[in-house]
Nanobody, 117 residues
């Protein structure tokens, strides 16, 4: 069982930046895929960006070079750096980790990101 705790959400203006963190209760690098999803009001949860079990980064088209996923192995923490934020980026952002050996998924509780002037 892996527990994930997101932080770093908040209210920002269009064009500003925000960095989300996802702290895992166990070492997740190399054995797990890890990534970020988001869910806007009235919409389905969607992929933002993900480092898969092959070590490759995939991301949604709307990222368009604005968002970057990274990790700190020593801290068991995954980050999502978001730049040039737009109102349509407003959503609850969820951290996901998926064990490569058996496919077990673990989700964080989500952190709210609101982009508004």
């Amino acid at each position: 069982q892996v527990q994930l705790v997101e932080s770093g959400g908040g209210l920002v203006q269009p064009g500003e930046s925000l960095k989300l963190s996802c702290a895992a209760s166990a070492s997740i690098f190399r054995r797990y895929a890890m990534g970020w999803y988001r869910q806007a009001p009235g919409k389905q949860r969607e992929l933002v960006t993900l480092i898969n079990c092959g070590g490759n980064t995939v991301h949604a088209d709307f990222v368009k070079g604005r968002f970057t996923i990274s990790g700190d192995n020593a801290k068991n923490t995954v980050y999502l750096e978001m730049n040039s934020l737009k109102p349509e980026d407003t959503a609850v952002y969820y951290c996901l980790t998926k064990r490569c050996s058996n496919g077990n998924e673990y989700w964080g509780q989500g952190t709210q990101v609101t982009v508004s002037s």
